[in-house]
């Protein structure tokens, strides 16, 4: 690869960090991981052929031309968190990535949470992700959850923070968020 192409992947990746919180290779490589997929699968799931997937996670593109599949992409960080803190089973994973590819992005997502301030402050729920992709972006769930389990006795509110935000559902982070900001 020469100076350009290193450059033109930087930009991307950085493009990629500005709209999706992290660059795709990274989040991508953590839903294989936590949903147990290839990337193959993970395609299919999300609706892209195999050397689309590879193109953004390798930077050679940096968006995701389509809305239903960033909906997708969600859905996916959603049902991982759920895999990760025990709330959906293996199995029920499984039926809900089909449902997932089966959809056409809208009705998979719902608002909660989605209050916006005036003066354009970013929503409880953005700031809520922004949270979770950054601490998902140092550490896998089961590792969060880890190091949860070493904090709890002697930092009992520090380990709940770390499960919610590190491992948890969005929507339980987003309730949370709201109950400790009052």
Known sequence: MDAAQQEA???ARELQRSWYGEP?????????DDLGL?????AAVLGLSAPMLSQLMSGQRAKIGNPAVVQRVQALQELAGQVADGSVSAGEATDRMEEIKK?????????TGQTTTTGGAPTVRRVVREIQSLLRSVAAAGD??????????AHPELAEFLRVYGAGRTADAVAHYEAHQS
Do not use: H
């Open 24 to 32: 795709l290779g990274a989040l991508f490589r953590r839903l294989i």
């Open 38 to 42: 290839n990337q193959a699968r993970l």
């Open 144 to 153: 969060i959850i880890d190091a949860a389990d070493s904090l709890a006795p």
């Open 103 to 111: 959809s056409q992005g809208g009705s998979v997502l719902t608002n």
């Open 9 to 11: 992947t930087a930009r």
